[in-house]
């Protein structure tokens, strides 16, 4: 009897000893998945949505009017991949950045059976109008449509030389889109002509000196952007 009495609370001390020691080594097992699952949500909740545009706030000096989703002008297709600008001219002399976006809108119906918009349009008094959001396509650089965003420029006369202020407009928002997407203003700003041999834009078609020159002036206000970004 006297083994049974003393052995017995031995085993159970024991068999208590071996659970608290199980209970211990369980304890950092746990809150190792605990610390993995919390920075799965984290993740999960700052993943990368795969579109580039998307949450980008725009300048001031933007009004928002997008076009109605429709077949013609704003098919609603992403664009998720942004590789560079594409400088238009919108080839309808003294026409403000009201009436082209209007025009592009007037598409929808198919009447025309045209495919034709922009992401922005550039007027002849600076404003800007943005007709297309940064995470979809615009119908304006053909096989470029999928990778770059499209800039339609208001001009005064058939010439095609955009006036001052509309000049440097573009440039700004030019500068803008390279410093928000990191791009290289001389190898990723083009013109249409250089997609597909289109003359559009007309005067920095026939004067290549006057492309380059604002291909600079692009490239000095992206580089103000990123010294501003950095002060």
């Not at 699952?37 to 993740?43: E, I, N, P, Y």
């Not at 999960?44 to 933007?62: C, F, I, K, M, Q």
């Not at 499209?150 to 440039?171: K, L, M, N, Q």
Request: proline share 5%; net charge negative.
């Amino acid at each position: 009897m006297e083994e049974t009495v003393y052995e017995m609370p031995r085993r159970r001390r024991s068999h208590r000893h071996r659970r608290r020691r199980a209970r211990r080594k369980r304890r950092p097992l746990t809150l190792v998945v605990l610390a993995a699952a919390l920075a799965g949500a984290v993740l999960w909740l700052n993943r990368d949505t795969g579109l580039p545009g998307e949450h980008v706030a725009l300048p001031s000096y933007v009004e928002q009017d997008l076009l109605p989703i429709n077949e013609w002008s704003r098919p609603g297709t992403e664009l998720e991949e942004i590789r560079g600008v594409v400088i238009h001219y919108v080839g309808n002399p003294g026409t403000a950045a009201r009436a082209n976006r209007n025009y592009f809108a007037s598409l929808a119906d198919g009447t025309e059976g045209t495919y034709a918009s922009s992401h922005f349009i550039v007027g002849l008094e600076g404003e800007v109008i943005q007709c297309v959001p940064l995470t979809e396509i615009a119908y304006a650089s053909n096989e470029r449509n999928d990778d770059t965003i499209a800039i339609e420029v208001c001009h005064p006369d058939a010439a095609g030389r955009f006036s001052d202020v509309t000049y440097w407009r573009t440039v700004e928002l030019t500068a803008w889109l390279c410093h928000t997407f990191h791009l290289d203003p001389e190898r990723d700003v083009i013109r249409h002509y250089d997609v597909t041999g289109k003359r559009c834009p007309v005067y920095y078609v026939e004067h290549p000196e006057a492309w380059e020159d604002f291909l600079v002036d692009v490239a000095a206000a992206a580089e103000s952007l990123a010294a501003e970004d950095a002060a």
